[in-house]
C-alpha cells in the first residue's frame, strides 16, 4: 500500500504569512493527489485535485504542485478562515485511497 | 444542492454489529462512486471502503475486511455499511463521501460509532 507522509505535524504562522505544507507518498501516485481542509467538528472540505486543480469555489490563494512522489499544498496569504487541519490524499487507481496524517495550522 | 445525511450512530459492545445509512440528495446517485471514510478520536482519516454504481465492486481497508459491507439501494439513494464483529479500535466518526473522477468530492457530517464495553 502507498503511504503518504505530510511534514510538518503543526505549523505556527501570522495572518498574511505564506504557508507550505509538503506531502510525499511511499511510491509514485503520478499527479493522483487531492488536498482536504477539515476544520474541528466538520467534514472534510475537497481543495485541490490532480495535484495542482482548485476546486470550484475554492479561493485562488490555494494552490498544489508536484507529481511523482512529492507534493506541496501552497497559500499564499494566510486569512482567518484557513487555520485548519491539512490532509493529502492519494488515489492512485491501482491503490487503496489512503490519507496523509494530516497538518494542523495554528494561530502564531 | 448535493446532500448526504449519515444515520446509524450508537455506542455497541466489542463484537457486536451496526449498520450505518448515509442518504443522497441533489446529484445522480445511481451514477456515482461513494465511499465510507472513518475518523478515530483526534487521530487522521482512514479510508474503509468504496462501491461502484452498480454495486457490483466493492473495495475494503484490510482492516475491515471480512468485517464489513459496503452496499446500496439505488432505487433509495442510500447507501450503506454493514459493520459487524466491531472493535474498540473501530470507534471513530464514520463519513459517506462521493467520488467524482477519482478525489471525494462531497462529504455527509459524520456519524459516530462508539464500540466499548
Known amino acids: 500500500d502507498v503511504q503518504m507522509t505530510q511534514s510538518p505535524s503543526t505549523l505556527s504562522a501570522s495572518i498574511g504569512d505564506r504557508v507550505t505544507i509538503a506531502c510525499r507518498a511511499s511510491e509514485s501516485v503520478f499527479n493522483w493527489l487531492a488536498w482536504y481542509q477539515q476544520k474541528p467538528g466538520k467534514a472534510p472540505k475537497l481543495l485541490i485535485y490532480r495535484a495542482s486543480e482548485l476546486e470550484h469555489g475554492v479561493p485562488s490563494r490555494f494552490s498544489g504542485s508536484g507529481s511523482g512522489t512529492e507534493f506541496t499544498l501552497t497559500i499564499s496569504s494566510l486569512q482567518p478562515d484557513d487555520f485548519a487541519t491539512y490532509y493529502c490524499?492519494?488515489?492512485?487507481?491501482?491503490?487503496?485511497?489512503?490519507f496523509g496524517q494530516g497538518t494542523k495550522v495554528e494561530i502564531k | 444542492e448535493v446532500q448526504l445525511l449519515e444515520s446509524g450512530a450508537g455506542l455497541v459492545r466489542p463484537g457486536g454489529s451496526l449498520r450505518l445509512s448515509c442518504a443522497a440528495s441533489g446529484f445522480p446517485f445511481s451514477s456515482s462512486v461513494m465511499t465510507w471514510v472513518r475518523q478515530g478520536p483526534d487521530k487522521g482519516l482512514q479510508w474503509i471502503s468504496t462501491?461502484?454504481?452498480?454495486?457490483?465492486?466493492?473495495f475494503y481497508a484490510d482492516s475491515v475486511k471480512g468485517r464489513f459491507t459496503i452496499s446500496r439501494d439505488n432505487s433509495n439513494n442510500t447507501l450503506y455499511l454493514q459493520m459487524n464483529s466491531l472493535r474498540a479500535e473501530d470507534t471513530a466518526i464514520y463519513y459517506c463521501?462521493?467520488?467524482?473522477?477519482?478525489?471525494?468530492?462531497?462529504w455527509g457530517q459524520g456519524t459516530l460509532v462508539a464500540v466499548s464495553s
Open positions: 490524499q492519494q488515489y492512485n487507481t491501482y491503490s487503496p485511497y489512503s
Open positions: 462501491i461502484n454504481p452498480s454495486g457490483g465492486n466493492t
Open positions: 463521501a462521493r467520488i467524482v473522477k477519482g478525489p471525494f468530492d462531497f
